[in-house]
């Protein structure tokens, strides 16, 4: 069984950066695309990045172009996530989601394994 776990969230002020890892126990990593989704209190889980099986692709919803980029290592079985210039309205879980295939998946019900989240807070 596939587990993703999310780490490197935490409470910072608008302007700063944090970086977010989701590490993936097995061994098919390589073989999936993977995404980054967040969910703010009372809103739908939304995309914010993906990237393809060997990191030759990539995808940002428009909110974090420019801000946000996701990588992956597939020696470490691990996708980052690193956010600077963040800003009040980033606040929110963020999760990690595995594609069904080798391309990343910008719908919810697109990605089959989900981590448990890691909250981003930020403030003004």
């Known amino acids: 069984q596939v587990q993703l776990v999310e780490s490197g969230g935490g409470s910072v002020q608008a302007g700063d950066s944090l970086r977010l890892s989701c590490v993936y126990s097995?061994?098919?990593?390589?073989?999936?695309?993977m995404s980054w989704f967040r969910q703010a209190p009372g809103l739908e889980r939304e995309f914010v990045s993906g990237?393809?099986?060997?990191?030759?692709?990539?995808l940002y919803a428009n909110s974090v172009k420019g801000r946000f980029t996701i990588s992956r290592d597939n020696a470490k079985n691990t996708v980052y996530l690193q956010m600077n210039s963040l800003r009040p309205e980033d606040t929110a879980v963020y999760y990690c989601?595995?594609?069904?295939?080798?391309?990343?998946?910008?719908?919810?019900?697109?990605?089959?394994?989900w981590g448990q989240g890691t909250q981003v807070t930020v403030s003004s």
């Open positions: 989601g595995r594609s069904m295939g080798s391309y990343y998946a910008t719908r919810e019900h697109e990605n089959d394994s």
């Open positions: 097995g061994r098919t990593f390589g073989n999936y695309g």
């Open positions: 990237i393809t099986w060997n990191g030759g692709s990539a």
